[in-house]
């Protein structure tokens, strides 16, 4: 009776080591990641004028999940935004505004003749949160300025005659005259021969003006109208991002490599000791290893009941 009671307590053993060994598999197998829903992205994206405010528009249909709207902190141009508010819009079957488009182009003549000839009297537009319609212009909107000068230089030449002169000297020539309010230098003097034996000088001065002239002109003018457009069951999604300023980083100093990993909290300057470091295993390493531990002891338990029956026998 007691060596069946020792054969059935061995059974028992080797039983419980195969089920520890299912088990430890089991916990060895990682869960399923959870599936990730598909990225939406903004149809229209607007930013208020002192870059307080950022807000993101997504127009998403019956089959996109609103999960997949990134949620997270970015920065852009000198702010850090943080989503503050998702607003969720059911969109009408037909969408349509008012709107009215700014448009700027370039002309050589201020000429209205020939500005109205670069606007068409109608232009098609879509809008940024994808309205379209055609836009008439409007005539009292039409302005023309000067887009820039330049300046050119040119050559400006004088002739002086000077007679009656006693000696061919050119001392009795001016070596510089005013010219239409140009100053000009002289350059060269021809003599010629008068009957009572004086002489005539006939005196060549050159020099530069400088003009300005108009480059060109900008215009720009306004269109106006309806713009619409049909939703096919959308249904609309604005995520709102405050900003905040980033403050300006300052420059480090030279020199200064030390290693934050190797210095103190308490004391900055004081390096710690890298062979202090901790060592401690993570905590998942320690899990995996205890049920392997387990398993080990029931085996040689049940080694150990295996050879105890024999020696009886």
Same mark, same amino acid.
């Given at each position: 009776?007691?060596?069946?009671?020792?054969?059935? =307590?061995?059974?028992?053993?080797?039983?419980?080591?195969?089920?520890?060994?299912?088990?430890?598999?089991?916990?060895?197998?990682?869960?399923?990641?959870?599936?990730?829903?598909?990225?939406?992205?903004?149809?229209?994206?607007?930013?208020?004028?002192?870059?307080?405010?950022?807000?993101?528009?997504?127009?998403?249909?019956?089959?996109?999940?609103? +999960?997949?709207?990134?949620?997270?902190? %970015?920065?852009?141009?000198? &702010?850090? &935004?943080?989503?503050?508010?998702?607003?969720?819009?059911e969109l009408p079957a037909n969408e349509s505004r008012q709107h009215t488009e700014t448009v700027s182009v370039n002309s050589k003549s201020k000429d209205m003749g020939a500005v109205l000839a670069l606007l068409p009297q109608t232009k098609e537009f879509v809008t940024e949160d994808g309205l379209a319609g055609t836009l008439a212009l409007k005539l009292d909107t039409v302005n023309v300025e000067v887009a820039g000068y330049g300046s050119a230089t040119k050559s400006v030449t004088a002739t002086r005659t000077y007679p009656g002169l006693a000696d061919q000297d050119t001392q009795y020539i001016p070596k510089s005259i005013s010219d239409n309010g140009h100053s000009l230098t002289l350059q060269t003097v021809n003599w010629q021969t008068e009957?009572?034996?004086? %002489?005539?000088?006939?005196? *060549? &001065? *050159?020099? *530069? +003006?400088? *003009?300005?002239?108009?480059?060109?002109?900008?215009?720009?003018?306004?269109? =106006?109208g309806t713009v619409s457009r049909i939703n096919l069951n959308k249904v609309r999604y604005v995520a709102i991002f405050e900003g905040t300023a980033l403050e300006p980083v300052a420059p480090e100093e030279p020199g200064d490599t030390s290693d934050p990993g190797l210095t103190d909290p308490a004391d900055p300057t004081t390096p710690v000791d890298p062979t202090d470091a901790p060592t401690d295993a993570p905590t998942s390493e320690k899990n995996n290893v205890l049920p392997v531990v387990a398993v080990v002891v029931v085996v040689l338990l049940g080694g150990g009941a295996f050879y105890f029956i024999k020696r009886r026998r």
């Open positions: 009776m007691k060596r069946k009671t020792i054969i059935h =307590a061995a059974r028992l053993l080797c039983v419980l080591a195969l089920a520890m060994s299912l088990t430890t598999a089991a916990f060895a197998a990682d869960p399923p990641e959870p599936v990730q829903p598909s990225p939406c992205y903004p149809t229209a994206v607007t930013r208020s004028e002192d870059g307080g405010e950022i807000r993101k528009m997504y127009d998403l249909g019956p089959e996109d999940n609103p +999960a997949g709207i990134s949620r997270s902190d %970015f920065e852009q141009e000198g &702010y850090h &935004y943080t989503l503050t508010d998702l607003l969720k819009q009957g009572d034996g004086h %002489f005539t000088a006939v005196a *060549s &001065y *050159s020099g *530069s +003006a400088t *003009s300005s002239y108009v480059k060109g002109y900008t215009v720009t003018a306004d269109y =106006a």
